[in-house]
């Protein structure tokens, strides 16, 4: 079957970094996304990785890792508002999504 | 301003009765797709559509239709048959299908009595 693992919830402190892990095991591999969403909002996208390696955007930052099935988000100098839940999803072999449950990060002042 | 719009927000129904969620968009892309959410669970699929007049069952189609009569249009019904429809909807788009990351409309959370 196919499996997106992520932390359930996380805890941080504004201004620091916090790292948001999604390992996954899926039939096929076409890209990985990540998105944020605020409670009882839309999803809205942050990342995208299809090859090995870093992108950072602003403040976040995505890396993957295809050999090892596993992705990351880098979150830096936290602020209040990016209190959400955090998903992962990965496009399978057929280009449908296979999304992870979320990370509930929670940032304490 | 492109974009996704879902109505209702809010969407209260008895039991046994069947519902349909709108779900527009004007961004011009080809592909539509629903996903249902639950708390703890990640997205599912629906249904989605890659073209007009064309759409494929998701890994949760038992008990909803669809239909993709206009490019900017996929309306969900929810019907009867659906044992427990009381979720968060998410309708979204993307083109092209292979690529691309989706764009979702704001929900519609429904809620069965």
């Known amino acids: 079957g196919q499996n997106i693992d992520q932390p359930t919830e996380m805890t941080a402190t504004e201004g620091a970094i916090v790292q948001i892990n999604c390992t996954y095991q899926?039939?096929?591999?076409?890209?990985l996304f990540w998105y944020q969403q605020h409670a009882g909002e839309a999803p809205t996208f942050l990342s995208y990785?299809?090859l090995d390696g870093l992108e950072e955007k602003g403040r976040f930052s995505s890396f993957l890792s295809r050999s090892k099935g596993y992705s990351y988000l880098l979150l830096k100098e936290l602020q209040m508002k990016d209190s959400a839940s955090y998903l992962c999803?990965?496009?399978?072999?057929?280009?449908?999504?296979?999304w992870g449950a979320g990370t509930k990060l929670i940032i304490k002042p | 301003d492109g974009g996704i719009t879902q109505s209702p927000k809010y969407l209260f129904r008895k039991e046994g009765q069947n519902v349909t969620l709108s779900c527009e968009q004007n961004?011009?892309?080809?592909?539509m797709y629903w996903y249902r959410q639950d708390p703890g669970q990640g997205l599912r699929l629906i249904y989605y559509?890659?073209?007009?007049?064309?759409?494929q069952k998701g890994d949760i189609a038992e008990g909803y239709s669809v239909s993709r009569e206009k490019k900017e249009s996929f309306p969900l019904t929810v019907t009867s048959a659906q044992k427990n429809p009381t979720a968060f909807y998410l309708c979204?788009?993307?083109?092209?299908?292979?690529?691309?990351?989706?764009?979702f409309g704001p929900g519609t959370r429904l809620t069965v009595l």
């Open positions: 979204a788009s993307s083109t092209p299908f292979e690529a691309g990351e989706q764009f």
């Open positions: 961004l011009n892309h080809d592909a």
């Open positions: 559509s890659q073209i007009v007049n064309d759409f």
């Open positions: 899926t039939s096929g591999f076409n890209g």
């Open positions: 990785n299809v």
């Open positions: 999803a990965v496009k399978d072999s057929n280009y449908q999504l296979i």
